[in-house]
């Protein structure tokens, strides 16, 4: 057993003191949250994951902030016309929130398909952002693992990779990010707003989350004493008409991606696309998104030929990983059908899956 000592933060000021007072430095500045190593603070929301890896042994901080009682949970509009989630809102309430259901749906869904309504009840919004792989080889402290001990090795590579990345990865590890609800904020272009000790600070979604290259063990940009507050998301525009999450898994609930879409356009009175967005889950370190592939699909009908086109742009340059049955070269042919059929569904209309009728324009 690790003995931890457990600190109740009433503020966010109360919070990055404890954090800060248990930060280690190194050469090029503090570590992020993502680094395992033993001694740090580490703040705990919903416990969902960080509590799994500390029994497992694999992350062992020296002290658990408690942020539970910050006020960090509302869900609200901005001036803009966007929307705030707190970084304490829980996943559920998020998902089913009116505001969220309506202007996002795409997000509710991909909520939705994760976990299991207990799980989803007690996640938060900032935690779903800094879950950690599920890499088996991460998780089993038996063996060789560059995230869990920089500099070990990567068990995966040339091994069982059925789950692994076929884009961005590294020689140094080829680990998936396993959240579905980033992958709807990464094509909602969503910011990620945190709290620090030198203040506040703003940072894209899509530069949020870090492909592994030789420091695999950094998930994130976000720093050591730095508290996530809020998610902010832009004004949903045509998006809300014609969004889908789709992930395809080993079973049909409870398990994670081996391949996830989240596809929304924009579509004109004329039926043309006008604007696109489009992000993979299950593939890559972090969710996977090209502009390229999204500037493919503007100002075109709709069409099979024209989904597979953007499809290819997509994935370009995927390969797989593992060997014989870990083999995951299958994810490179998933991945493709599943963008088409996500954009062709998308096209027709949203797919709700928060019990509510599906979305029409007009509604939106
Ligand atoms: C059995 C199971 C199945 C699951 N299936 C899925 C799935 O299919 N899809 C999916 O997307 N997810 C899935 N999850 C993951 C789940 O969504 C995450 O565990 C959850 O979102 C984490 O949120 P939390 O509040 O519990 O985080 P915690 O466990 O409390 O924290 C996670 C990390 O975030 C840090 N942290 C938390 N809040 C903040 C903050 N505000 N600022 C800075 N750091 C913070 C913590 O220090 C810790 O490092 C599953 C989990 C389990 C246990
Ligand atoms: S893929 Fe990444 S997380 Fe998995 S064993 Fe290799 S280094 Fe570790």
Known sequence: MNPFSFHTADSIQSAMAAMASMAPT???????????AAGQARPIAGGTNLLDLMKENVMRPATLVDINRLDLSAIAETPEGGLRLGALARNAATAYHPL??????????????GASPQIRNMASNGGNLLQRTRCV???????????????????AIGNLARQHAILGASEHCIAVHPSDMCVALAALEATVHVEGPTGARAIAFEDFHRLPADQPDQDTVL????????IELPPPGGFAAHSVY????????????LASVAAALDIGDDGRIGRARLALGGVAHKPWRRVQA????????????LFEQAAAVLLEGAVSQGTGLGNNGFKIPLARRAIVRALATAAEGTVSNTGDQPLTKDAA
């Open 246 to 257: 789709l992930k395809l898994r080993e079973r049909a609930s409870y398990a994670f991606a």
């Open 223 to 230: 720093r050591h004493d730095e508290l996530i507050t809020h």
């Open 100 to 113: 969220v259901r309506t202007r996002y749906p795409l997000l509710s869904s991909a909520i939705l398909a």
């Open 294 to 305: 999204e500037a493919v699909l503007q100002g075109h009908m709709p069409s099979t030929a």
């Open 137 to 155: 080889y991460f998780y089993d402290t038996a063996t060789p693992c560059n995230k869990r001990e920089p500099g070990s090795g990567c068990s």
């Open 26 to 36: 190194t050469a090029v500045g503090t570590l992020p949250p993502s680094t395992t």
